[in-house]
């Protein structure tokens, strides 16, 4: 059994879903502020993640009330892009509230099978009569194609500069030679800036919609999500903001006849996660103002947990983040970090690469430390900095970017 993976076009789009976008006057710029997922019959199967911030949009409260309430089965995504709905109160929840009813009248569901979604900026009043309003002219565009699904993608955009989508195919033999199946996965995503996503179970943010036609339970969902989301979304960093508003949603229409069984869910749990690995990438390759694209390895941790905390507090620190923006290699910046992560190492034991050259060992600078070997490293688009903490086995890989003027002028301004 393998798996063909399409990124990140949209291609092979799962069978069950129909999308579309429209205006309705949310975004300043005119361009299209409202996206609609729809299954073409039944409910989906549906899992999800949402950010661990104790400030949440009335999206998030919502949403998290119906999929309690349907127990794990959604007929339609709604979102807006442009306005957060987000610390505006009870009419903040009123609205949304009001949005998913009609959704719900116009696509022929109960109000609780719709999950609604926002971003944009936070605290201003919710315009929820242009989200109902627009509901007509969402009816009058959806479709199943994958242009389709790609206008749902670019509406979900804000500060955005490009579409991130990712595809992914498991092939099956059929019951006869010449009788073949599949499984399908389409996503898609947002996010550019406000990116330190710690998700957890059930301005700019990130959101992730993962649609595929496998017939599966909620709870084989949730088990498969959360797999996949924590080497992905809950391991890269734009700024190290975490969104009020963070949503990863898994649905499956089960239009393709195939259960996930115990036989299938490697497979299956395969494509998942090169899918979200694929558009966590394209997240952070697309950060507000980036210039390089940085992994960090951080290997030989007494736990994966220490080894999450030095890759945190390196990707989040502004003193390390703008060193790279200039590829100045300011290896001290790295090691503080480090040391202040809360992670249980030592200096003594630790060594760190900037690509291939050695920068920093066991409590010094590296013997050979080559400056302008590692500078030449840094002004490079993408490369790896590896941290040996000489502790045990943990390790993890953590994926940021850089922070440059172009970041503090994005959001400088952003409201205004």
Not at 11 to 26: D, E, K, N, Q, Y
Not at 45 to 56: E, H, K, Q
Not at 197 to 205: D, E, F, Q, S, V
Not at 309 to 324: D, F, G, Q, Y
Request: proline share 5%.
């Amino acid at each position: 059994m393998s798996v063909d993976l399409d990124l990140p076009a949209a291609h092979s789009v799962p069978r069950g879903f129909l999308w579309g976008a429209t205006c309705a006057g949310i975004k300043a710029s005119g361009n299209p502020d409202v996206a609609l997922a729809l299954t073409a019959d039944a409910a989906a199967s549906a899992a999800a993640m949402f950010t661990s911030n104790r400030v949440v949009a009335a999206s998030i409260t919502v949403g998290r009330r119906h999929l309690a309430a349907t127990g794990g089965r959604i007929r339609a995504v709604l979102v807006n892009s442009g306005n957060a709905n987000c610390a505006t109160g009870e009419p903040g929840v009123e609205g949304c509230i009001a949005t998913c009813v009609a959704a719900a009248e116009t696509f022929g569901c109960i109000f609780d099978e719709v999950l609604p979604c926002s971003t944009g900026i936070i605290g201003v009043p919710f315009p929820a009569a242009k989200v109902v309003a627009a509901m007509p002219s969402l009816q009058a565009v959806i479709g199943d194609s994958s242009a389709h699904a790609e206008s749902f993608a670019r509406a979900i955009m804000t500060t955005d500069t490009r579409v991130k989508m990712a595809s992914a195919v498991i092939p099956l033999a059929g019951e006869s030679d010449t009788e073949a199946h599949e499984v399908r996965i389409w996503a898609c995503a947002k996010g550019a800036g406000m990116i330190g996503p710690k998700l957890g179970p059930p301005h700019a943010t990130m959101l992730v919609y993962l649609f595929t036609d496998v017939a599966a339970e909620p709870v084989a969902l949730r088990a498969a999500l959360a797999a996949a989301a924590e080497p992905s979304f809950n391991s890269i960093s734009i700024d190290g903001d975490t969104s009020t508003n963070d949503t990863v949603l898994l649905l499956a229409s089960g239009v393709s006849g195939i259960s996930l069984t115990r036989e299938l869910t490697p497979a299956f749990d395969e494509a998942l996660a090169q899918v979200c690995k694929s558009l966590s990438r394209q997240i952070v390759a697309d950060g507000e103002g980036a210039t390089h694209l940085v992994t960090l390895d951080v290997r030989g941790a007494a736990t994966a947990e220490d080894a999450r905390l030095v890759a945190r507090a390196i990707a989040h620190s502004p003193l390390c983040k703008t060193a790279w923006s200039s590829g100045d290699p300011n290896w001290g910046r790295l090691i503080a970090a480090a040391g202040y992560s809360g992670a249980n190492f030592s200096p003594e034991k630790t060594r760190i690469w900037i690509g291939a050259e050695p920068v920093f060992e066991y409590g010094l600078r590296a013997a050979n430390f080559d400056e302008v070997a590692a500078h030449a490293t840094m002004v490079q688009p993408e490369y790896t900095i590896t941290i040996d903490l000489g502790e045990g086995p943990g390790g993890c890989q953590f994926l940021t970017c850089d922070l440059t003027v172009e970041y503090v002028h994005i959001n400088a301004d952003y409201s205004t």
